[in-house]
């Protein structure tokens, strides 16, 4: 009777634990598909980006939008150069001022000469000038300083007129793409005498296209611009600081 029972048990076990076990399999599986679909749905998204935006670009038309393009490509061009050229035009003045007045205490002016002339950088050049005229008068030596500290900031300051230039360039292009594409549509509601939601969409797309695509680009350049013009201040204050130095030294020196 026992065995019998047991039996019975057994059984019933088997018969409810069966269907639970394929439910779980099933509902394992199904979560394994549906990752595996957002998986390929999110890849196909990624994949898809890029071609919507060059689906995009070409819908804008290429006469505007090429030139849009254009502005980016020489406003990054210019901005790089720009960066690249003042982060190695910074220098140490705190340390270079420190070594021409060891120079000028150990070796004199010859010496201060010589650790300018190894000295990369806006700052060292402006100092060469003073100690070269440092013979002369304290007044031929600042003149020189401030002299050369202009045609040094002329420098720093090369070619970021461009890339204001390109940023309201490119916006101008992008509301001049929206003009004539709302030209296009209402040429073609003239056309067919009818104000028909087909005809106004096409020019419509342009105008909104370009707009947008110029806006993108003005606010890339802006960024860059923003920085340049940051970094230009910096060394600019730097090169009045340390002129100061320098003039405090030789007035030492004369001393």
């Excluded at 069966?18 to 957002?38: I, K």
């Excluded at 606010?219 to 060394?235: E, G, M, P």
Aim: aromatic content about 8%; glycine content about 8%; overall charge negative.
């Amino acid at each position: 009777m026992k065995n019998l029972f047991s039996l019975i048990l057994l059984v019933a076990f088997m018969t409810v634990s069966a269907p639970v076990s394929y439910a779980a399999s099933t509902a394992d599986a199904a979560a394994m598909e549906l990752q595996d679909d957002t998986t390929t749905a999110d890849e196909t998204a990624s994949l898809g980006f890029h071609q919507e935006l060059k689906k995009r670009f070409i819908e804008g038309g290429p006469g505007f939008m090429g030139i849009v393009l254009l502005c980016l490509i020489l406003g990054l061009a210019i901005a790089i150069e720009r960066i690249i050229y003042l982060n190695l035009s910074t220098t140490n003045s705190k340390k270079l001022t420190q070594d021409v007045e060891d120079a000028l205490t150990s070796g004199g002016l010859a010496a201060a000469k010589e650790v300018c002339r190894n000295t990369k950088g806006p700052v060292a050049s402006i100092f060469y000038q003073g100690l070269d005229r440092a013979d002369e008068d304290l007044e031929a030596a600042e003149k020189a300083v401030v002299s050369y500290g202009g045609v040094q900031m002329g420098q720093l300051e090369k070619n970021v007129s461009w890339i204001s230039l390109f940023i309201a360039l490119a916006p101008m292009l992008g509301f001049m793409g929206t003009v004539i594409g709302m030209i296009q549509a209402f040429d073609k509601i003239e056309a067919a005498g009818d104000m028909q939601p087909s005809l106004v969409a096409g020019g419509i797309k342009v105008a909104l296209l370009t707009t947008v695509f110029g806006l993108i680009v003005a606010i890339i350049l802006q960024i860059f611009y923003n920085y340049i013009i940051a970094k230009i201040d910096s060394i600019v204050n730097d090169m009045e600081d340390a002129s100061i130095s320098l003039m405090d030294l030789l007035v030492k020196n004369k001393k």
